[in-house]
């Protein structure tokens, strides 16, 4: 087959090209030749359709992402912001800790154990393009009705597709969330974050720099897997508003999700941080999705300017593919650096020391061009700007028309329980409902053990990592997302999201330091799906500001949608923090780990103020099946304070035990504390107890304070600022609520544990 | 005392187990695979991981690693020799313990805080132990449940060479709940669970693990 090259497309002009079924549209097809001055080659063509693909570009999501940085607030400890391949954040120490969360959703329905496994495999290796030491994982997960059939083919291959890659990796996971609503049937969310540590003088830059400096692909060899994965996948050809069954929608895709290979992840992670350490590299990128095309494109962008690349050389596991395949394939396991001619040799050896196949495929220019051959004929001649940039959009955005129904139908009107037994009924009901249950069918096919660092880990608030065994110096994890709270209002719904993240990470001891994002979103072409999408945004710039941390990076996942009905919006933030001292963490148990001296009688102490707010509660949606009213207010300046005295308390060695107020409220929190540690607790509350128990209003945790640090605490309290009332005290073997009822450990554990094996095996 | 780690391609609790030896106040020796060196460490731990992506049969490539033929002669010799999870995999592969590790009875990767039963304190590895006592210690493992055809089963029990028994449950299907076992002489053995990831409280379940450390230490001091 003779190749399209340059000339020939000067020369055919009016050759008929497939742009349409590679996701342009005529416009942008339009823009490229107007870019290039002729027709683009098929190479050019594929090079575009998959650079300007939304997953690729962000052309939907700039112009409001630009929110972010401008309304970030500033910050001494970002190295790295928005715009590279992930967010880095100074720890103190001389270390540095970057993060980042991406989604691989569709990838995760068509073929959900490569999928989710994959996706765990490209944020790694985003984080090993920054310069540091991948150090952990978690995942967020949400599915369909959990007793739906299809959720027992996705939820068990999600799984145990992150379970193959992670722990095959080395990587501790560590936390993460797990949730169901009919709205993520046919469309499920995979989202892994990956957090990584380095010193600070090892921060990586993706640019190619220095004309005659060689770019070396190394890692797998290049096959046809995920051919037109991100551009397709991620696009409105997945999951629109076509016909034809999810089903078959799923067969006819499934060729493009790609294959993973952890083994060869881990040799890669450990020849790359050689190649650092050895200061053999001059710039690097990560190939995830658009492979080589991204790669070549970015790195040129962002450094001299000019590339030549052999694409004869690219070292391939099927000899059939072209050009075209060669620039858009999604093989997994695959870096490109540049380096100095003078250190090939060495980078070579190291590669050769880890058994990472490697090859030169070409040079950085100063022309400005990015220039591709195939066997000795010019297959790509583009500024490489075009690419890497990408058109963008201000899409039509408009308040969907049901909002204001959504919101009339206010909780307030649902039967409440009203008798002692009818509150204890609810309780159980809720810590049974999957979405609230124990998560050990899921997280014991996790490793949290491996590399020994991991302090806490689910099903704790947070997850912590030891970064320095000497100094105790740690960083504290939490992801969090509700897509009930941003169906009501996506602007206030994020904020909570953003507000629990912060507080999870708060309640460990940890100070919160960072956030980063993954928006899940249906079509960006439905205005009312846009709308949700901008608030969303704009509630986290205003909620970012508001706290004082910034976002350093995150992803964009649109086009989450079955059959023309979209997910609920469902930004997950995760929030970074930063714990001095691990040996003094908190953890969610009443009498459990750090807590042995003392448990018993530990004071259990209410922290923030509780108001009745129903609306997307954790009580509506699974007693009622209801979802209306306004959510919960955020308090933000409220959250600021109860996390200064959170971190105080645990610096000062107060607190036995410290657990987050969210899904469930107080209820669910004192029987999630009690089942952790072991111990049971008594209390006695102040007013309404259908209020107190099940209301979920922000800015709230329960600690167990200390027996003999009770003064010490309640001086902190009134420091503070934040209000703080005693409801009881840790010991016995129930969890008694004065006056109202008294739920055996063992009742509660069997309720708690019992679903998720019931429901998956 | 300097005990070594070596690393294969995919080992992944080398630095952990490198921690645990130096916590228990030995020198850790890192030894690489490709290398036909035991740089004349005192005893050798297998760490945990998927050597070479646990590809064909977990440890059946490692076995052939330049390295193992120091250990398989030296081990002979009565070099104490510690195999971990993927460590313990390679040691039945390369012949040096009975028996072998195949998927778990429920199929799916299990991390658990285990209880178990030293059932033999005459080990290079055990020796800290009273007999009987229990410990709890991490188990991380898709393929851990331990067989061996009912010869070798009576041979291990009657030899006293069933080093750990799960005690709270079998967690994988191992034949009679066996979690360790050694070679008759005592001096190789090979562990599913993860004693270097029970050294102390801030990062594990117990401290329990360091018993075997402080067994194989005192082991050579004596």
């Keep these: 087959m003779r190749a399209d090259t340059v000339a020939r497309a000067a020369a055919t002009p009016g050759e008929p090209q497939p742009y349409a079924e590679l996701g342009l549209t005529p416009a942008e097809y339009e823009k490229i030749r107007g870019v290039l001055g002729r027709r683009p080659t098929s190479a050019e063509l594929a090079l575009y359709s998959v650079m300007w693909s939304e997953h690729c570009s962000y052309k939907s999501s700039k112009v409001h992402l630009r929110h972010l940085a401008a309304k970030a607030p500033p910050s001494a400890a970002l190295l790295a912001g928005i715009g590279h391949n992930a967010g880095v954040v100074d720890i103190g120490q001389g270390y540095a800790v970057t993060f980042k969360i991406e989604s691989h959703n569709h990838p995760s329905y068509v073929e959900p154990y490569q999928g989710a496994a994959t996706g765990v495999g490209g944020i790694v290796r985003d984080i090993l393009a920054m310069g540091a030491r991948p150090v952990a994982v978690m995942d967020a997960l949400r599915f369909g009705p959990a007793s739906a059939p299809d959720t027992g083919r996705v939820l068990p291959g999600v799984v145990g597709g992150i379970s193959f890659y992670g722990n095959c990796l080395g990587l501790p996971n560590i936390g993460g969330e797990l949730d169901f609503d009919p709205c993520y049937a046919g469309n499920p969310l995979v989202n892994a974050l990956c957090v990584g540590v380095m010193r600070h003088g090892d921060l990586r830059v993706a640019a190619a720099s220095g004309p005659g400096n060689a770019v070396i692909l190394f890692g797998s060899t290049t096959g046809p897997d995920g051919v037109g994965g991100a551009s397709v996948l991620a696009s409105s050809a997945f999951g629109g508003s076509a016909g034809g069954s999810a089903a078959g929608e799923a067969a006819a895709k499934r060729p493009s999700v790609q294959v993973g290979d952890p083994f060869l992840e881990k040799l890669l992670v450990e020849c790359c941080l050689e190649l650092y350490a050895a200061g053999l590299v001059v710039g690097i990128q990560d190939l995830g999705a658009a492979g080589v095309a991204c790669a070549t494109t970015e790195l040129a962008a962002a450094g001299t300017g000019g590339m030549r690349v052999r694409l004869d050389e690219v070292p391939l596991r099927d000899a059939s593919l072209g050009p075209p395949e060669i620039l858009m394939s999604e093989s997994q396991e695959r870096m490109m650096a540049v380096v100095e001619p003078s250190r090939v040799g060495a980078f070579l050896d190291v590669c050769a020391k880890w058994e990472v196949r490697a090859a030169v495929i070409g040079e950085v220019t100063g022309t400005g061009r990015l220039v591709m051959t195939w066997h000795g004929e010019t297959v790509v001649d583009v500024p490489p700007g075009s690419a890497a940039d990408g058109p963008v959009y201000d899409r039509p955005a408009s308040r969907g028309l049901d909002q204001d129904a959504l919101a009339g139908d206010d909780p307030a009107a649902l039967p409440r329980p009203a008798s002692g037994e009818a509150l204890r009924a609810a309780l159980l009901s809720l810590i049974a409902s999957p979405g609230l249950a124990d998560k050990s069918w899921v997280t014991d096919q996790y490793d949290r053990y491996v590399r020994g660092d991991t302090v806490l880990a689910m099903p704790e608030d947070g997850g912590l990592i030891r970064v320095d065994e000497v100094t105790g110096l740690g960083i504290a994890l939490a992801t969090d997302g509700n897509g009930r709270y941003c169906r009501l209002d996506p602007y206030l719904g994020t904020q909570l999201v953003l507000s629990e993240a912060y507080r999870n990470v708060a309640v460990t001891g940890a100070r919160p330091l960072a956030v980063t994002n993954c928006l899940n979103f249906g079509s960006p072409e439905d205005p009312a799906v846009m709308w949700q999408f901008a608030e969303a945004v704009r509630g986290l710039a205003d909620g970012c500001a508001a706290l004082g941390v910034p976002v350093t990076g995150g992803n964009v996942s649109f086009y989450n949608q079955t059959r023309g009905t979209a997910v609920h919006p469902t930004p997950v933030v995760g929030v970074l923090g930063v714990h001095d001292d691990v040996r003094l963490r908190v953890g969610i148990g009443f009498g459990g780990p750090g807590s042995a001296s003392g448990a018993a009688g530990a004071s259990i102490v209410l922290l923030g103020d509780t108001e009745a707010e129903f609306g997307g509660s954790a009580w509506a949606h699974v007693i009622h099946g209801h979802l209306g009213g306004r959510p919960p207010a955020p308090r933000l300046d409220a959250e600021r304070r109860l996390a200064g005295l959170l971190a105080a308390a645990a610096a000062g060695g107060l607190l036995s035990a410290a657990h987050d107020l969210s899904d469930g409220g107080l209820a669910v929190a004192l029987a999630e504390s009690c089942l952790r540690g072991g111990a049971g607790c008594q209390v006695a509350l102040p007013g309404d107890p259908f209020t107190w128990l099940f209301s979920e209003s922000a800015a709230r945790a329960v600690v167990a304070v200390r027996p003999g640090a009770e003064d010490a605490f309640g001086e902190l309290l009134a420091a503070g600022d934040v209000p703080g009332q005693a409801i009881g005290t840790v010991g016995g073997d129930s969890l008694v609520v004065a006056g109202c009822f008294s739920v055996p450990l063992g009742e509660l554990a069997a309720a708690h544990r019992a679903t998720l094996p019931a429901l998956f095996g | ?222």
Excluded at chain 2, 13 to 24: C, E, F, G, M, W
Excluded at chain 2, 32 to 39: E, I, M, Q, S, T
Excluded at chain 2, 53 to 63: M, Q
Excluded at chain 2, 68 to 74: F, Q
């Design chain 2, 1 to 222: 005392m300097r005990i070594g780690v070596i690393t294969f391609p995919g080992s992944l609790d080398d630095r952990d187990a490198a921690r645990a030896v130096r916590l228990a106040g030995a020198e850790p020796v890192a030894l690489w695979h490709a290398d036909r060196d035991l740089r004349g460490v005192d005893a050798v731990i297998l760490p945990g991981g998927f050597s070479y992506g646990d590809y064909l049969r977990c440890g059946a490539i490692a076995r052939f690693a330049p390295v193992m033929s120091e250990l398989v002669p030296a081990a002979g010799s009565g070099l104490p020799v510690l195999g971990i999870c993927n460590g313990f995999q390679i040691l039945c592969e390369a012949h040096l313990l009975p028996g072998a590790l195949t998927r778990n009875a429920g199929l799916r990767f299990v991390t658990r805080d285990v209880r178990l039963r030293v059932e033999s304190a005459a080990t290079a590895w055990t020796r800290a132990y009273s007999p009987g006592a229990l410990i709890t210690v991490p188990l991380k493992s898709g393929e851990g449940a331990y067989v061996a055809d009912p010869g070798t089963l009576a041979g291990l029990e009657a030899g006293g060479q069933v080093v750990l028994r799960y005690a709270g449950g079998n967690p994988n299907g191992s034949a009679a709940g066996i979690a360790g076992v050694c070679n008759a002489e005592g001096n190789v053995v090979g562990v599913m669970p993860h004693p270097e990831h029970a050294v102390g409280e801030l990062t594990g379940p117990s401290a329990d693990g360091l018993g075997f450390l402080a067994s194989v230490t005192g082991a050579v001091l004596a």
